[in-house]
């Protein structure tokens, strides 16, 4: 019973006992290096080590992020985040590929379907450029048939104006039906490589 009594005295001091077993070491802002049985105020947030009463280490408390290497951390999160999401929208964009294509002749025909039309435009405009340049070619031999120093109609120089304009318009038509044949050439070129780059993929497993 005496006994008892003892041990119920020295568990209390049990805690004591553990931290004179700790030593920590860091080093400050001065670059000093500090030695305490006791957490060290002055290396709050810096890295310290803990060490037995052998000398032995037993853990290392990293120090705290600076203000710039959390913003270089928030940074890297966000690249990783946008890779990552990046990847699942390819990941989809492929398999919605493979469940439209069953192989490389779907897709040439779906190429060929998507340019048909591009293609009948693009032609029209430029019969209709072709067109609107004969027209221009003409007003202006009527205006060389003028005798000199006769200004011309007011009429003349508008159908003149005209044939120019249409001129212009015709050439911006073509211009952009043949940017959205290229765009289409190009979406399918990308299409036919990336199923050829999955089907390889695949075959190699």
């Known amino acids: 019973m005496r006994f008892g009594r003892l041990g119920l005295l020295l568990v209390p001091m049990l805690p004591l ?9 860091c080093v400050d802002s001065s670059g000093r290096t500090l030695t305490s049985d006791r ?6 947030g810096r890295a310290t080590k803990q060490f037995d009463k052998y000398g032995v280490l037993r853990s290392e408390i ?18 990783r985040k946008a890779a990552a999401a990046l990847a699942d929208q390819q990941g989809r964009s492929d398999r919605a590929m493979m469940m439209r294509y069953r192989s490389e002749v779907d897709i ?6 998507a340019l048909e039309p591009l293609q009948e435009q693009a032609r029209r405009e430029q019969l209709a450029l072709a067109k609107a340049e004969l027209a221009l070619k003409k007003v202006e031999v009527d205006a060389a048939a003028l005798p000199d120093r006769v200004p011309p109609p007011v009429e003349f120089r508008q159908h003149l104006d005209d044939a120019r304009q249409s001129i212009d318009d ?6 952009a039906r043949e940017a959205d044949i290229n765009a289409v050439e190009s ?19």
């Open 17 to 25: 006992a553990l931290s004179a077993q700790t030593i920590y070491k």
């Open 39 to 44: 957490p060290i105020p002055e290396c709050a």
């Open 62 to 79: 990293p120090a705290l992020p600076t203000a710039a290497e959390k913003q270089q951390q928030i940074e890297q999160e966000e690249v």
């Open 187 to 205: 979406k399918y070129a990308q299409t036919l490589a990336r199923y050829r780059e999955l089907n390889l993929s695949e075959r190699e497993k």
């Open 108 to 113: 040439l025909r779906a190429r060929k379907r």
């Open 170 to 175: 015709h050439r911006r038509l073509l211009f």
